[in-house]
């Protein structure tokens, strides 16, 4: 198999400790998520937010956490009212217009449930619907 890296997500070390009502907890706090820079994959952050919320990738952080994980949430700062990056596999949590103009107009706060799907039946999805 042609091993390939497709991007990175970093996970806050500790749990996050206020986590709103619609997430499953206890929940990870998303720091980072990015795709390499290709011309021939336009939707390669899909597929690390897919493969970050994989029964794979619940497995290790329950392994590294010691403890059960349910969840995760981040915060992404953009100039519309919702992030295209998360749109479809995120639920936006909540909504608020920054006053700080270097971050973006608005402040959103996005979370889903881990372990929706294997790696393989993830990348299925990614073909499926962002190729």
Known sequence: SNN??????????????SVPALLPSPTVYLLSDFAVNTSQYKKLSKLVLIALLSKETKLMMQDIFSQRIMSTMTTAFAENSTSMK???????????????DQTGKYQLQYGA?????????????????YL
């Open 4 to 17: 390939k890296i497709v991007g990175c997500f970093a996970i806050l070390s500790e749990m996050s400790r």
């Open 86 to 100: 998360y749109r479809g596999l995120f639920s936006l949590l909540s909504r608020k217009e920054t006053t700080r």
């Open 113 to 129: 449930s881990l372990g929706q799907w294997d790696l393989k039946e993830g990348l299925a999805l990614w073909k499926k619907n």
